[in-house]
């Protein structure tokens, strides 16, 4: 198959699927997500993306329809299906199906996967940004559906010619970005927002952290501000579309690019870990 989508058992090409109007899905974006690559048919850090879903699914008291054990094997064999290995892998829990009330639905959740082609960046090209105030929600650790501040975002930097936008609150502080994490490399110390209910806890964000402990680079897990942001060594970005990559430019200036080798460092051990991970074909 070139594409799939599954839901609740039925599964076929994404442009043959349709799911019933009265999926909660509809009419309050009630239900939770994760997605994250596959290579080789192999998932990257599959554990640790089902447990966040799981959660995530937790936190809004709704019940995924299968055991973390069972999500895995139906994963695994829909990924087999598929014509190439290399793959976006993402699923979805909403709430149930019923009519529209604002009180909850009874009952597990419709359970979603989508699988389409998809290769991770090797994040030797440097990327642009820009920065907007993070008009979001308080709960943005729970990996929710509830995306049109980021969509909204994500759509501002396309127009402005680049690849991410850096969200802030009031005072300065950095959050994350419309669909990565953000962090920054400053006199050889790593600085990355603490896990708190402002950002989403991102595996590459876990990846990250680890391989600079591995390496011997300090990590402080504290907020930062615009203008630390402005004035680090590197502005690194990641999540699990694309692994680590280095911003070039904010906001129309340039940034970054003062500890090239560094992040050359951090870039090429994050990369072959996911080469190591996934490099075995199917037997």
Not at 34 to 40: I, L, M
Not at 128 to 156: G, W, Y
Request: net charge neutral; aromatic share 8%.
């Amino acid at each position: 198959m070139k594409t799939l989508g599954y839901y609740n058992g039925k599964y076929g090409e994404l442009s043959e699927m349709s799911v019933p109007m009265n999926d909660r899905v509809c009419w309050f974006g009630d239900g939770v997500y994760d997605a994250g690559p596959a290579r080789n048919y192999k998932i990257f850090a599959l554990e640790e993306h089902i447990d966040r879903f799981f959660n995530s699914a937790r936190l809004l008291n709704i019940q995924i329809p299968m055991s973390k054990k069972e999500l895995r094997a139906l994963l695994y064999d829909l990924v087999l299906k598929m014509d190439t290995g290399n793959l976006f892998v993402y699923y979805q829990v909403t709430r149930g199906t019923g009519i529209r009330n604002h009180d909850f639905t009874n009952g597990p959740g419709n359970l979603w996967v989508m699988l389409k082609p998809a290769e991770i960046a090797d994040g030797r090209a440097p990327i642009k940004l820009i920065t907007t105030e993070d008009t979001r929600f308080f709960h943005c650790n729970i990996k929710t559906l509830n995306l049109i501040p980021s969509v909204m975002a994500a759509q501002k930097a396309k127009e402005a010619g680049c690849q991410e936008a850096v969200f802030y609150r009031p005072g300065g502080r950095v959050t994350e970005c419309a669909h990565s994490n953000v962090h920054i490399l400053l006199d050889g110390t790593l600085y990355t927002a603490p896990t708190d209910n402002l950002i989403l806890p991102g595996i590459a964000r876990a990846h990250l952290i680890q391989k600079c402990k591995v390496l011997g680079i300090p990590v402080k897990e504290t907020p930062y501000t615009l203008k630390e942001l402005f004035e680090a060594d590197e502005i690194i970005v990641t999540s699990s579309s694309n692994l680590c990559l280095r911003a070039c430019e904010l906001d129309g200036k340039p940034v970054g690019g003062k500890s090239p080798l560094l992040m050359e460092k951090i870039r090429s051990s994050l990369l072959n870990e996911f080469y190591e991970e996934t490099g075995r074909q199917v037997s």
